[in-house]
């Protein structure tokens, strides 16, 4: 018995050191810090795949891939320079382009929660609520980083009271490539009581450029959690079937977006978590998106309970990316795996606390093909 683990953990090892070795990472500088600190890229490379990690935001600034027919492009929005005005990450003050978020992710309404009889005041950013953490977030940080097999480990240690939270948080997000699939694996751990939602940020144009319009998008959620007009869950979880909110079957993601629904008018188009159905695991497609036009596909696995599904409403125009054409409505879209938004004060929601002693852990993957 015991020789037979040993044989299948030795296996196990041999095929993921086999996958990682396929995987080229190699590191170089990207800018600076606002105070003068240096932003590295990490270049993660295997046979189809490029992508680029700055350690700015843990920030994915880039993923090229191939159609149908083999042309690369990148399929992320994204910027080639730290600092350049109205074109880079430090001009961009409010799209979280491809960041990782925290230490919540996604809004906690009107700043405040109470854990364990305290009560937290956090400073408030989008129409009186706290979005992405803060008006200092895990985006705007230099985390550090380490190269490990198939990837880039970044650690950011958050203080105690970092942004109004309790708790010095300790996380970590590890990206690896593995062939065709991009793994973030996320932990942090707590010394006090504390609440916490990573997830990360980016905004995928399976076509390039354009708008994601015609991207037909397959989202494995019976529910989701509408909103008031500050885009703060009602607390509701209604079914997603006879309405615009229902891409349990594969759909265009332009063919309802304009229609005359209150929730779609609330946010300029989707911006909602929905409620994944069935296993929260790495084998169930949670979400799976097709440009019909390039062939290429997305497909995402999370253990997450929800996504949140967001068409890129509020890009205005204002800052170009790295081919300096300008970021405008619905040219990119998100698929935030997450703990539903407002969870600290829906205590019917999936429980976004984390306590000393315990250690938070979640993955998703973003999965890049053809069709
Ligand atoms: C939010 C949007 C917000 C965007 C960029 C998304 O996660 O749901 O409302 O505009 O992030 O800040």
Excluded at 130 to 156: C, S
Excluded at 241 to 255: L, S, V
Excluded at 284 to 303: M, N
Aim: some cysteine; glycine content about 10%; hydrophobic content about 30%.
């Amino acid at each position: 018995m015991k020789s037979q683990k040993g044989l299948i953990a030795l296996t196990l090892v041999a095929s993921a050191a086999t996958s990682f070795s396929q995987t080229a990472v190699t590191k170089s500088v990207f800018g600076n810090t606002p105070d003068g600190k240096p932003v590295d890229v990490y270049t993660l490379k295997d046979k189809t795949l490029e992508i680029k990690i700055a350690t700015w935001g843990a920030h994915i600034i880039s993923v090229k891939a191939p159609d149908k027919s083999g042309n690369i492009a990148d399929v992320v929005l994204g910027y080639n320079s730290m600092d350049a005005a109205g074109a880079s990450y430090l001009a961009d003050k409010n799209t979280y382009m491809g960041s990782v978020v925290g230490r919540y992710g996604n809004r906690i309404a009107k700043g405040k929660f109470s854990l364990d009889g305290h009560n937290y005041t956090l400073p408030t950013n989008d129409h009186g609520n706290t979005l992405h953490g803060g008006t200092v977030g895990f985006d705007r940080h230099n985390w550090t980083a380490k190269q490990i097999p198939g990837g880039v480990e970044l650690t950011l240690v958050s203080p105690d009271g970092d942004q109004g939270f309790p708790g010095t948080l300790t996380a970590h997000v590890r990206y690896t490539l593995t062939s065709d699939k991009l793994r973030i694996a996320y932990s942090a751990t707590t010394d006090k009581p504390t609440v916490i939602n990573l997830t990360n940020h980016t905004y995928f144009n399976l076509a390039g450029s354009g708008d994601i319009l015609n991207d037909v998008l397959m989202l494995r959620a019976d529910k989701y959690t509408p909103t008031d007009k500050t885009l703060i869950p009602t607390g509701e979880t209604p079914s997603v079937a006879g309405t615009p909110f229902d891409f349990r079957t594969p759909t265009p993601i332009g063919a309802r977006i304009n229609d005359n629904n209150e929730q779609l008018k609330i946010a300029g188009g989707y911006d909602h978590n929905f409620i994944l159905t069935g296993p929260s695991d790495l084998t169930h497609a949670a979400a799976k998106v097709t440009d019909p036009a390039s062939g290429r596909t997305l497909t995402v696995y999370t253990t997450e309970p929800g996504v949140q599904f967001y068409t890129g409403n509020f890009l205005d125009g204002s800052l170009k990316g790295r081919d300096s054409a300008p970021y405008t409505k619905h040219s990119g879209l998100c698929l935030e795996t997450q703990h539903y938004p407002d969870s600290p004060n829906h205590p019917a929601f999936p429980s976004t606390t984390l306590n000393p002693g315990e250690t938070y852990h979640t993955t998703t993957i973003f999965q890049f093909g053809t069709k």
